[in-house]
């Protein structure tokens, strides 16, 4: 049986505030994006639109539609926010920013953007060290 209790799956992320002065601390999970698709949270009408956000690396003023990218980055947000969620912030009158839609979409897709970043900083040349070989 696999232990569950030290997975984390979610983060306090600081994202750009209201005012652009300061940050807005906001818990997020990373929630797939085939899933969303899968699962019908990104309407059928949008799944092309998706699908080239998501294949082709994200936003590009020549491609698609703005409003398109609008729906998607808004979906991303309600999936993703934790605390405080998208529907507390909605029922006080609050809309989120370009910009924090756009932090949150980065938040969501940076998993394998994070990892390239590693593969790219790790010395290959310099030996591999076991765990039994390394001394206390």
């Given amino acids: 049986m696999m232990n569950t209790e ?10 750009p505030d ?16 085939l899933a969303m698709a899968a699962c019908g949270a990104i309407p ?3 799944l092309p ?7 082709d690396g994200g936003f590009s003023p020549d491609k698609g539609s703005l409003a398109e990218d609008g729906e998607i980055l ?11 969620s998208f529907d507390e912030l909605a029922a006080r009158g609050i809309d989120l920013t370009d910009e924090q839609l756009v932090a949150i979409w980065k ?3 940076g998993g394998a953007k994070m990892l390239e970043r590693f593969r790219q900083l ?4 310099e030996p591999v060290v076991r765990g039994a070989e390394v001394s206390e």
């Fill in 18 to 33: 209201w005012l652009g002065d300061g940050d807005f601390m906001c818990e997020l999970k990373r929630p797939s994006l």
């Fill in 107 to 109: 938040f969501v897709q």
């Fill in 122 to 125: 790790t010395d290959v040349s």
């Fill in 44 to 46: 059928n009408p949008l």
């Fill in 74 to 84: 808004l979906a991303v947000a309600k999936a993703a926010m934790i605390e405080p």
């Fill in 6 to 15: 030290n997975i984390k799956t979610s983060l306090t992320v600081a994202l």
């Fill in 49 to 55: 639109a998706a699908r080239k956000l998501f294949f």
